[in-house]
Nanobody
Framework: VQLQASGGGLVQAGASLRLSCAAS????????LGWFRQAPGKEREFVAG????????VHAESVKDRFTISADLAKNTVYLQLNTLKPEDTAVYLC????????????????WGQGTLVTVSS
């Protein structure tokens, strides 16, 4: 399973970014895909997940009003739209895949892409 994340950058507070994670068609159909983030000195945090086969998305409570996960099956890409960014959103954002049952809790993600860094200045 190969995952390729992109779209990070340096932005000011209040700005928006869209992160992308490219995967194969097989990965989309077989696995749930999720976004995580890890800030310096902090534990990795589950942000959002998506399972195309059941057309279901979930978002962490801490971001659900500002972040949105979506997928473009034609492009085999999952997105994470980040709106109204805050300095505390600064982190490396990672996409991952799992075939586990608890994908919506952020558990059992086995396959990881490289991260993309989001830096939000105040």
């Amino acid at each position: 399973v190969q995952l390729q994340a992109s779209g990070g950058g340096l932005v000011q507070a209040g700005a928006s970014l869209r992160l992308s994670c490219a995967a194969s068609r097989r990965t989309f159909m077989r696995y749930a895909l999720g976004w995580f983030r890890q800030a310096p000195g902090k534990e990795r945090e589950f942000v959002a997940g998506l399972k195309s086969s059941v057309a279901t998305t979930v978002h962490a409570e801490s971001v659900k009003d500002r972040f949105t996960i979506s997928a473009d099956l034609a492009k085999n890409t999952v997105y994470l739209q980040l709106n109204t960014l805050k300095p505390e959103d600064t982190a490396v954002y990672l996409c991952a895949a799992t075939d586990g049952y608890n994908w919506d809790r952020g558990w059992d993600y086995k396959y990881w892409g490289q991260g993309t860094l989001v830096t939000v200045s105040s």
